[in-house]
């Protein structure tokens, strides 16, 4: 259900964000979820399906022409702006908005796959806090090896769940230990699972990390 269009500006203003689970206002927690890249808000948020979570409102913002930047999130930034400027954008002001209506920071959770978890983590070090949890499905941090090695800010032992096959062909898995690494550098708690010859996807044990730390937060 389609139930706002986002606020922020660049590339991807005025793209629909979509919702499901618990009503906003008055949600216990709220996750934001990104889809990757040639998905869609609808597809990322199926999975709120499998996540058994009362009281948690699900929203997914959609990237204009389903890409929230051009290039490979290995490449350079610069490659990826103002694309990528604006998909932090948009992510930024849905939590803002979430806050807003009741909930605070330390139980919204931010949940991406492929491309998405590359923001979700991006996100995250961009505008360190303690947030309820990050959860980064075959993705990580974007930018150069130089620039990803440079973060600084306190996650304050935020909650970060990383999921990745060791051959996935979009996703090295060197930028996946180099996330886990500066993430846990600023503070966060990551819990990093490689798995063996998995292709480029969700599986059912990233699914259990997800639904335990909806738990988490959800009991505060």
Known sequence: MQIRETSAGGPHAGQPVYAAGAPLDGARAAMVMIHGRGGSAPDILSLSESLEAPGLAFLAPQAAGSTWYPHRFIEPTRMNEPHLSGALETVRDLVAAIE??????????????SQGACLATEFAVRFPRRYG????????????????????GDL??????????????????????????VLTE???????????????????????QVQALVRRVLAG
């Open 100 to 113: 807003a209506a009741g909930v605070p920071a330390e139980r919204i959770l931010v949940l991406g796959f």
């Open 186 to 208: 600023m503070g966060a708690e990551v819990a990093e699972t490689i798995y063996p010859g998995m292709g480029h996807g969700i599986v059912e044990d990233e699914v259990r």
């Open 133 to 152: 949890g990050v959860v980064g499905l075959s993705g990580g941090l974007i930018g150069s090896d130089g620039e990803v090695a440079v973060r600084a």
């Open 156 to 181: 304050a032992g935020m909650p970060v769940i990383l999921g990745c096959s060791d051959v996935d062909f979009h996703i090295p898995l060197a930028r996946v230990r180099e996330t886990t690494r």
